[in-house]
């Protein structure tokens, strides 16, 4: 998730990536990304990783 926050732009923080991560797990409740077994990495819906039961 830290690289993800200095990507878009934010400080690699702990309250950063927390709150990147908890909009991940938004959307991959939504359909809009899959996140992988430990629920730790987010890939766009198609990406190749398996859906999420």
């Known amino acids: 998730m830290r690289d993800l926050a200095v990507a878009v732009g934010?400080?690699?923080?702990?309250?950063?990536?927390?709150?990147l991560r908890t909009k991940a797990k938004r959307l991959a409740e939504r359909?809009?990304?899959?996140?992988?077994?430990t629920g730790s990495r987010f890939m766009p819906r198609g990406s190749g990783l398996p859906p999420r039961c």
């Open 10 to 19: 934010l400080e690699p923080v702990a309250a950063k990536t927390e709150n």
């Open 31 to 37: 359909g809009w990304v899959v996140a992988d077994a």
